[in-house]
């Protein structure tokens, strides 16, 4: 059964747009745990994975640089886009739904 999925290939995409507002607008993604963003540690996460392709991630447009910044310093190579979000959740989602390959 497992050789069934093990062609499967899937597309992260990464809502990465919050308001910060349970932490008082600090950035969450941006904060570090072991010397690294949180986002490093996700995006480094699907990027390890033989079964993610691509990873795209949504984000607010104020730190769409900062995601373009880890995509080169890290190496991420399925990090294809970093794209800005909408007004909500569900906006930043369809945005991101609509940019798959």
């Known amino acids: ?14 809502l990465a747009g919050g308001s910060s507002s ?11 745990i072991l ?3 949180v986002s490093v540690h996700t995006v480094r996460a699907f990027e ?6 691509e990873i ?3 984000s ?6 900062l995601f373009e910044n880890y995509r080169k310093e890290y190496g991420f190579t399925k990090l294809t886009k970093v794209l ?8 930043s989602a369809f945005i991101g739904m609509k940019a798959l390959a």
């Open 35 to 37: 010397g690294l963003p």
């Open 84 to 91: 800005e979000g909408g007004k909500t959740r569900q906006d």
């Open 60 to 65: 607010k447009a104020d730190e769409c640089p």
């Open 48 to 53: 390890q994975s033989r079964f993610c392709s």
């Open 1 to 14: 059964m497992a050789h069934l999925f093990a062609k499967k290939k899937f597309t992260a995409v990464i």
């Open 22 to 32: 349970r932490m008082g607008g600090l950035s969450k993604q941006h904060l570090r």
């Open 56 to 58: 795209i991630i949504v």
